[in-house]
């Protein structure tokens, strides 16, 4: 099976704009999670979604959101980015009914805001 | 969440075996031991967990103690590919509430 997918890879924007990363979970997943990672903060837990619907939340201010579509298929969009949000955005699928739990990364996007 | 301690840093040289502690002193009766990996420019990657019994997989071994509250992933001989930064986690809940709470991890060197 293919590995979890997430676009673009790399991803430069300026402050004030919004952006929307994507990602697509390995076939026959229906769990998406996001993750934040920076070199201050390590990896912190924005969101899950499962069935289309957000199943638990990090603490993460409001201008972080995401959506997941019938086909599992999930986006994370931050609106009004700051200098802060420069990060490396991982997305994150598991297949719920293994018994296992683990959870299969994809690469990252590597967002840059200047 | 539980809360785990690891070393920052640890070395180790080529085909040796590594052992890398974890100390979950608060860990409660359901929660699971994972353990991830990172290696350079990659997201992390599952490596092994367990919950009560020690458990081997073709990546490694775990032994935990048995009161739970540290735990021990070993790498029966350690290649240079496995240079990354390894993550222990407590893993509770389930269902509707999963999510993995990262610490610093232990940066793993591996000498050739």
């Known amino acids: 099976k293919a590995g979890v997918t997430q676009t673009p890879r790399y991803l430069i924007k300026t402050r004030g704009q919004q952006v929307t990363l994507s990602c697509s979970p390995i076939?026959?997943?229906?769990?998406v999670s996001w993750y934040q990672q920076t070199p201050g903060q390590g990896l912190q837990f924005l969101f899950e979604?499962?069935?289309?619907?957000?199943?638990n939340k990090g603490n993460f201010p409001g201008r972080f959101s995401g959506r997941q579509f019938s086909n599992s298929r999930s986006e994370m969009n931050v609106s009004t980015l700051e200098l802060g949000d420069s990060a490396l955005y991982l997305c994150?699928?598991?297949?719920?009914?293994?018994?296992?739990?683990?959870?299969?990364f994809g690469p990252g996007t590597r967002l840059t805001v200047l | 969440d539980a809360k785990t301690t690891q070393p920052n840093s640890m070395e180790s040289n080529e085909e040796e075996p590594v052992h890398l502690p974890c100390n979950h002193s608060?860990?409660?009766?359901?929660?699971?031991i994972h353990w991830y990996r990172q290696l350079p420019s990659q997201g992390p990657e599952y490596v092994i967990h367990?919950?009560?019994s020690n458990v081997n997989n073709r990546m490694a071994s775990l032994a935990i103690a048995e009161d739970r509250k540290s735990s021990t992933l070993i790498l029966h001989r350690a290649t240079l590919r496995d240079a990354a930064v390894y993550y222990c986690?407590?893993?509770?809940?389930?269902?509707?509430?999963?999510?993995?709470?990262f610490g610093k991890g232990t940066l793993l060197t591996v000498n050739p």
């Open positions: 608060t860990i409660s009766g359901t929660d699971y």
């Open positions: 986690i407590l893993r509770g809940g389930g269902g509707s509430n999963y999510k993995l709470t």
């Open positions: 367990g919950l009560t």
């Open positions: 076939s026959g997943h229906r769990s």
């Open positions: 994150a699928s598991r297949d719920r009914g293994d018994g296992t739990d683990t959870q299969y």
């Open positions: 979604y499962f069935s289309e619907t957000q199943r």
